[in-house]
């Protein structure tokens, strides 16, 4: 979550954004399952024109140059330098003969994308970070052609995604409490209420707005001898590193940030099963169509 005096851009093309870069791997691997549901979902037909706003890394537009084939184009479009230097080397490390893919430094809310061009623009976790949300759905609206449609992930509530809360009632009572941030603010948790993300499609212009709840278990960590200790190691790294609970403990003392890790790990060992630490995860899959 950006700290109040930092913009999205200011935010995601600094530490946060550097961060996603270097861990690129372990973000795509623990939100396999999730990637794998709005695939399922988005359709993605040869030869389509799909936009991926918030690429981030770049997993989901490999994916959609995959589902698109040679005859296809995908633009992939995020805020972040440093997250889109990642996709450009992996664009660049793909075999010849695929998709066209397209990238550009843009804001969802005010890039001027070619109008009425794309089948599809999707995004994983891509959409609840926008200053203006409706500036931005207005705008992607107008980048869709007639009868295009949109296919999106975003999480749920905090309560219902555990692989957040977890860790997260765990080093609570070691830190200080976070100041609390608006509902609408952007972060993760912006559009766990449905009808506020409803609301803002149909004001944009959308219509056959739809959401379909999404629950995966998430592997974040796996031990390949199956010890739980060593799985829970690396489960306690990824949520105190990486996830969102990171922002809890990231700038405390050393031994508060031991503490922290000891309790999650052992928390995390005793949830082990065959040598894995799974969490469960809860998203909206959200669709709509121009
Ligand atoms: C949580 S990350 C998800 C990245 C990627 N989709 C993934 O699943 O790994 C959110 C992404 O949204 C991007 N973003 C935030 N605000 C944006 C905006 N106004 N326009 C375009 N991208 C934006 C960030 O730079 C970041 O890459």
């Given at each position: 979550?950006?700290?109040?005096?930092?913009t999205?851009?200011?935010?995601?093309?600094?530490?946060?954004?550097?961060?996603?870069a270097?861990?690129?791997?372990?973000?795509?691997?623990?939100?396999?399952?999730?990637?794998?549901?709005?695939?399922?979902?988005?359709?993605?037909?040869?030869?389509?024109?799909?936009?991926?706003?918030?690429?981030?890394?770049?997993?989901?537009?490999?994916?959609?140059?995959?589902?698109?084939?040679?005859?296809?184009?995908?633009?992939?479009?995020?805020?972040?330098?440093?997250?889109?230097?990642?996709?450009?080397?992996?664009?660049?490390?793909?075999?010849?003969?695929?998709?066209?893919?397209?990238?550009?430094?843009?804001?969802?809310?005010?890039?001027?994308?070619?109008?009425?061009?794309?089948?599809?623009?999707?995004?994983r976790?891509?959409?609840?970070?926008?200053?203006?949300?409706?500036?931005?759905f207005?705008?992607?609206?107008?980048?869709?052609?007639?009868?295009?449609?949109?296919?999106?992930?975003?999480?749920?509530?905090?309560?219902?995604?555990?692989?957040?809360?977890?860790?997260?009632?765990?080093?609570?009572?070691?830190?200080?409490?976070?100041?609390?941030?608006?509902?609408?603010?952007?972060?993760?948790?912006?559009?766990?209420?449905?009808?506020?993300?409803?609301?803002?499609?149909?004001?944009?212009?959308?219509?056959?707005?739809?959401?379909?709840?999404?629950?995966?278990?998430?592997?974040?960590?796996?031990?390949?001898?199956?010890?739980?200790r060593?799985?829970?190691?690396?489960a306690?790294?990824?949520?105190?590193?990486l996830?969102?609970?990171?922002?809890?403990?990231r700038?405390?003392?050393p031994?508060?940030?031991?503490?922290?890790f000891?309790?999650?790990?052992?928390?995390?060992?005793?949830?082990?099963?065959?040598?894995?630490?799974?969490?469960?995860?809860?998203?909206?899959?959200?669709?709509?169509?121009?």
């Amino acid at each position: 979550m950006a700290a109040p005096d930092l913009t999205q851009a200011e935010y995601w093309n600094g530490e946060a954004g550097r961060r996603w870069a270097r861990h690129q791997a372990t973000f795509d691997a623990v939100f396999t399952p999730l990637t794998e549901r709005l695939f399922g979902r988005a359709d993605l037909q040869s030869g389509d024109i799909v936009l991926d706003i918030g690429c981030g890394a770049g997993a989901t537009t490999l994916r959609a140059a995959e589902a698109v084939g040679p005859t296809g184009r995908v633009t992939a479009a995020d805020v972040s330098a440093p997250l889109l230097a990642v996709t450009a080397e992996r664009v660049a490390a793909r075999p010849a003969g695929g998709a066209a893919i397209d990238l550009v430094e843009a804001d969802a809310q005010t890039h001027a994308f070619a109008p009425g061009t794309f089948d599809r623009v999707i995004s994983r976790f891509g959409i609840m970070f926008f200053d203006d949300s409706l500036a931005a759905f207005a705008n992607l609206l107008g980048a869709l052609r007639e009868g295009g449609r949109l296919a999106v992930l975003c999480w749920r509530t905090l309560p219902e995604n555990a692989w957040i809360a977890h860790p997260l009632d765990l080093v609570q009572s070691l830190v200080p409490e976070p100041a609390p941030t608006p509902p609408d603010a952007p972060g993760p948790f912006r559009f766990a209420a449905a009808e506020r993300l409803a609301d803002i499609l149909a004001a944009a212009g959308f219509r056959d707005i739809a959401f379909a709840a999404v629950d995966e278990a998430l592997m974040l960590g796996r031990s390949e001898t199956g010890d739980a200790r060593a799985a829970a190691e690396e489960a306690a790294t990824f949520s105190l590193d990486l996830g969102p609970a990171s922002r809890l403990v990231r700038d405390q003392a050393p031994e508060i940030r031991a503490q922290a890790f000891a309790r999650v790990q052992h928390a995390f060992e005793a949830r082990a099963q065959d040598g894995v630490v799974r969490l469960d995860a809860a998203c909206w899959l959200v669709t709509a169509t121009r």
